[in-house]
């Protein structure tokens, strides 16, 4: 074996490594050291201190690294950073298999892609894969992720991206938030995003929290540009005033606040007036609309097949009344500090009402 010591390098215009047609031109910028070793089957390039170097388009900054030739690998270590189009790949170290592109990053990783109409989408870990010839991300063990565009943070032990195909997914306790406090937070056995379709699809044990409701379920699709949620798999929504199960529920938004939900097929919804008070009034039919402002419910309508149960305590300026009835339209408005404004019901009604009034 021959060590030769070429020294202190600023700068090294083109050096091409043995192979007769390299895929990647490799290009050395800086190397405060320089040491090249030869063997019968391999030529080793020692770089310490400062280093940067390109193959082809992508570039490479380091403290350390070291190019086996004849293997095509490039091992880095200290402050590795890697340019990429619009990718940027941080790490503690980093091996590079040029054939078949293939980069793994072990410690502190941190990657960002920011393109040009000024998308921005973070990830953080502590080892991920980058395919670089097929543009896959792997990353796993503490995993964390940001999106400007969607103002949105994530966290699981494993997640995998296909750049190309706009799609990414998540498992392994993933938990995806919104980037205003408490508006929404997801979580499920896995969390898929598809980029083109604006769409985030979430199965088993999904749960929703939000500021002013909670929802879960076996399945959910949200459209992100449409602002709707649809749950199927035995959905429950539950909110201070209201409970609901259904075999669907589509949730509208406005700037990913709740503004109405509906119920399709075996509906039931439980309500009370005063905030987080047992739920004793219901309705049930086969389709249910509700109207929230905030976490105050505005009002609500019911079609085809309703029953309903309301009762009125008796108060200071009010009488006991009680009610059951059946029919094929329900509609309830409440007022501002979610009392029962009016209820009425239309098309073959059949009821029991009661009143107890004060004597």
Not at 35 to 52: D, M
Not at 65 to 86: M, W
Not at 258 to 287: G, H, I, M, Q
Request: charged content about 30%; hydrophobic content about 40%; some cysteine.
């Amino acid at each position: 074996m021959r060590k030769i010591w070429i020294g202190s390098l600023l700068l090294i215009s083109c050096l091409l490594l043995g192979a007769k047609n390299p895929p990647e031109i490799f290009k050395l910028v800086h190397s405060d050291k320089l040491f090249l070793n030869k063997t019968e089957t391999e030529q080793i390039l020692e770089l310490v201190g400062n280093v940067h170097f390109f193959y082809g388009k992508t570039e490479f900054k380091s403290d350390r690294a070291l190019i086996l030739d004849k293997q095509k690998i490039a091992r880095l270590t200290g402050r590795v950073k890697v340019s990429n189009d619009t990718l940027a790949l941080a790490s503690d170290s980093l091996a590079y298999y040029r054939i078949p592109e293939i980069m793994n990053l072990g410690g502190n990783v941190y990657i960002t892609e920011k393109k040009p109409d000024g998308s921005l989408r973070w990830f953080k870990s502590q080892q991920a894969v980058y395919d670089k010839a097929n543009q896959k991300l792997t990353t796993w063990e503490k995993v964390e992720a940001y999106d400007l565009v969607e103002n949105a943070y994530a966290s699981c032990g494993y997640a995998f991206w296909d750049r190309l195909l706009g799609y990414a997914y998540m498992v392994e306790s993933p938990r995806l938030r919104s980037g205003v406090a408490d508006t929404l937070n997801i979580q499920a056995d896995k969390i898929e995003f598809f980029d083109k379709e604006k769409k985030i699809v979430a199965t088993f044990n999904v749960k929703v929290e939000a500021r002013d409701y909670d929802a879960s379920s076996d399945f959910l699709l949200y459209f992100i540009n449409e602002d709707k949620a649809v749950f199927t798999g035995e959905p429950l929504f539950e909110s201070d005033y209201a409970r609901a199960t259904a075999r669907e529920f589509y949730l509208h938004f406005k700037d990913r606040k709740l503004e109405r939900v509906e119920l399709a097929d075996s509906c039931k919804v439980w309500f009370s007036e005063e905030r987080s008070a047992p739920k004793t009034n219901w309705v049930s039919a086969a389709f249910v609309k509700l109207t929230f402002e905030g976490e105050r419910l505005l009002d609500f309508s019911a079609e085809q097949g309703v029953s309903y149960f309301y009762e009125q305590a008796e108060g200071e300026k009010k009488d006991y009344f009680e009610n059951r009835a059946t029919g094929d339209y329900l509609e309830a408005k409440f007022t501002s500090d979610n009392k029962l404004e009016s209820m009425k019901m239309k098309r073959g009604i059949k009821g029991v009402y009661k009143f107890h009034t004060k004597s």
